[in-house]
């Protein structure tokens, strides 16, 4: 059975697990401690942004003329090491005095509870 068809900023992907194979490539792509480039960089702020609910559910309460103001500004994007499962690379997101660990399956499954939110703190010292 095929999945269901996402659409991630201007790429309309087959499923999600189409979708989660095309951002693991651009973090593979990257060595640890390394900002990615200007094209990934688009992708990854697409992400972001990517709301995985259903349009109907997603949109509920939402003005569509508001809806540009929900963007995050982000100042940077790069690729390096888990600060705990060292050996596995991982997406950090710089919004100006802090940086998020930033998990691109977690962002294409959505709908996750608390407890299991990847995106985490660890803010710049």
Known sequence: ???HQIKI??????SKKSAAE???KIL????PNTSIDENDYFDLVNLL???SEPK???????DEENEESIAIEV???????????KKTKCFYVVFGEEEWLFSYLLAINGGLSD???FIFHVGIQ
């Open 1 to 3: 059975m095929m999945g």
């Open 9 to 14: 900023g201007d790429i309309q992907f087959t």
């Open 22 to 24: 095309y951002y693991k």
């Open 28 to 31: 593979n792509k990257y060595e």
């Open 49 to 51: 942004n990517y709301n």
């Open 56 to 62: 109907d559910q997603a949109h509920q309460g939402v």
């Open 75 to 85: 100042d940077d994007i790069y690729v390096n090491n888990h600060p705990v499962y």
């Open 115 to 117: 407890e299991k939110n």
